[in-house]
Nanobody, 124 residues
């Protein structure tokens, strides 16, 4: 199975920026869609952003206008540029990948691949 490794998390003040990266171990149909979910303490995991192989982006309403997702297929890498960060963005961010955009957006139980997660903390 494809492996996903996240990087770029950390501590940032409200209003600041971070860029997350996620590298897939191989190029297969399983990474047709790549993107990010997040889980805050005491809350369920939620969709953040996703992007198809052809760079069609999808965003949760809570991050539209602040976050930008992109990918570099030659590097098997997806990025999440996070601007104007808010304390409510604090969460463990998980990279994910799947062949289907429909399944990805629904946080499909059988998601093809998950990263181990990376912590983003936004202080006020």
């Amino acid at each position: 199975q494809v492996q996903l490794v996240e990087s770029g998390g950390g501590l940032v003040q409200a209003g600041g920026s971070l860029r997350l990266s996620c590298v897939a171990s191989e190029r297969t149909s399983s990474i047709y869609v790549m993107g990010w979910f997040r889980q805050a303490p005491g809350k369920e995991r939620e969709f953040v952003a996703g992007i198809t192989w052809r760079s069609n982006p999808y965003y949760a309403d809570s991050v539209k206008g602040r976050f930008a997702i992109s990918r570099d297929n030659a590097k098997n890498t997806v990025y999440l540029q996070m601007n104007s960060l808010k304390p409510e963005d604090t969460a463990v961010y998980y990279c994910a990948a799947d062949p289907s955009i429909e399944r990805f957006l629904k946080d499909y139980l059988g998601m093809a691949a998950w990263g181990k997660g990376i912590l983003v903390t936004v202080s006020s």
